[in-house]
């Protein structure tokens, strides 16, 4: 089935406007963009909730196995750093394997090792414990790169002026996924044991399968001139690169980190430190949408939200512990304020980055079409999993060598780091189109200039 407008759909117009005009989207979604949206809700909310299950009760778990912080820091970590390897797979095949294909082989694989997940403790502990954690995670993490890489590309060619509304809607689902995932899993693992949180997630997602077979439309298109060098050697992508890393990596940091402390600061019982966890997704959740819907509607504001919602989030940071050197004592509505805090910076500048990259991308001669959304959403994966690698690895290590106020200290210093250097890249590039500018207005001032004698002769 081609996409709306012919083989390669609606083409944005190109400069600062591109995928950020609505004015051209129907009022009234075609029925193929109302299933390409069930399509993508579907697997950003059981994507999510199997993601973030984790987080209340594993790394207890796998203290009980013999497995160190540090350790279950990279089992949290090595999903991120498969997601980026797969991510740039997928991303620069999507047009051969086909979105369609990719989007429900990866869902019916996140399915089934979401289930073997679930029997893991029934392996013995130490090595093998550990080595089957890693196996599981990292088929779950191809599969994930592989759903979720289509589902970006599906989205931006369904909804080509309005992508960062759309996605910024779709957010609601992934945070709901991150709220619901810590509480549920919390609760089921307190109630019934380790096995039945996955066994129940990952027949959740197996059962949307059919569903998404039946509904997902097929999008044809001719493989692409461009590669990912091409893509993140423009500076600007770079630098949008390097913002997804820092974000990502708070997220990441979080997962291995909190609930320990939690746990020992204010000795919640497992299924109520899932709670916690629910400050910033509900809070993400809830903001993705508005700052979506600012960022299509006025483009100019999508570089000031990336600047300041890193500069936000670094404060985030520095209060979680707080930092010991603010003397402020930690207390837990405290923390759960700054979760909040943290969600609405995170969605203020995790939305515009797509449309940004993909805004760049055309301005600087790439096709418009599904191989550069492939191109696009891979590499956003790739980027978020780099930071989603190195924030959880990090954060199991230096929570057990300096604790959790400076640990989290040190990850707002990287958003804060990549929230600087992309507003001073900004005021730069803002600089040079004045100074380009006026040098053409000059310029024609002098050809009048030259001309005006000949004008004036009889």
């Known amino acids: 089935m081609d996409a709306p407008g012919g083989p390669e759909g609606p083409r944005p117009p190109r400069g600062d406007d591109s995928l950020g005009n609505t004015r051209e989207t129907p009022r009234q979604l075609s029925r193929e963009q109302f299933f390409v949206l069930i399509s993508a809700a579907s697997i950003n909310l059981g994507s999510m909730m199997c993601y973030s299950i984790l987080g209340p009760f594993f790394p207890k ?23 980026l390897l797969a991510s740039l797979v997928f991303g620069k095949y999507l047009v051969q394997i086909g979105a369609k294909f990719m989007f429900v082989a990866g869902m019916f694989v996140s399915g089934g090792v979401t289930i073997l997940f679930g029997v893991l403790d029934k392996v013995p502990e130490g090595p093998i414990f550990i080595a089957m954690c890693f196996l599981v995670r990292m088929a779950d993490a191809v599969s994930f790169a592989a759903a979720i890489t289509a589902s970006f590309s599906i989205l931006a060619k369904a909804f080509p002026n309005s992508v960062a509304t759309v996605l910024g809607s ?22 019934f044991g380790y096995e039945v949180p996955f066994i129940f997630l990952g027949c959740i997602v197996l059962l949307m399968i059919p569903l998404n077979m039946y509904i997902l439309p097929n999008y044809d298109s001719d493989p692409g001139e461009h590669s990912f060098w091409k893509l993140i050697t423009l500076p600007k992508v770079a630098l949008i690169a390097f913002v997804i890393n820092s974000l990502s990596s708070c997220f990441g940091f979080l997962d291995p980190t909190l609930s320990l402390f939690v746990l020992e600061k204010f000795n919640l019982p497992a ?111 790739a980027m978020w999993s780099v930071g989603a690698f190195l924030g959880p690895t990090l954060g199991g290590f230096l929570y057990e060598k300096i604790g959790f106020e400076w640990a989290a200290a040190v990850q707002g210093l990287w958003a804060m780091t990549s929230g600087v250097t992309m507003g001073l890249f900004y005021l730069w590039e803002h600089s040079q189109r004045r100074r380009s500018k006026l040098e053409n207005i000059l310029g024609t001032e002098e050809e009048r200039t030259a001309l005006l004698p000949d004008e004036i002769q009889p």
């Not at 203290?63 to 991120?80: L, P, Q």
């Not at 996924?177 to 089921?188: A, K, M, Q, R, T």
Request: proline content about 5%; hydrophobic content about 50%; some cysteine.
């Open 61 to 83: 778990e796998a203290e009980k196995k013999g497995v160190s912080n540090t350790v279950t820091g990279m089992i949290f970590g090595c999903y991120a750093l498969f997601d």
């Open 170 to 191: 779709l957010e609601i689902f992934s945070g709901l996924g991150l709220v619901l995932g810590p509480p549920l899993g919390g609760f089921l693992y307190q109630s």
């Open 271 to 381: 299924g109520y430190v899932g709670l916690v966890f629910l400050g910033l997704a509900s809070s993400y959740a809830i903001s993705s949408p508005l700052f979506g819907l600012l960022s299509d509607k006025m483009p100019h504001l999508r570089k000031w939200f990336l600047v300041w919602g890193n500069i936000i989030t670094a404060g985030c940071y520095m209060l979680l512990g707080p930092i010991p050197v603010l003397h402020i004592k930690s207390q837990l509505w405290l923390l759960v304020l700054i979760l909040v805090l943290n969600g609405i910076s995170a969605g203020m500048s995790i939305i515009p980055t797509i449309p940004e990259i993909l805004s760049c991308a055309y301005e600087n001669g790439f096709e418009e079409g599904l191989s550069t959304l492939g191109l696009v959403s891979g590499l956003f994966s």
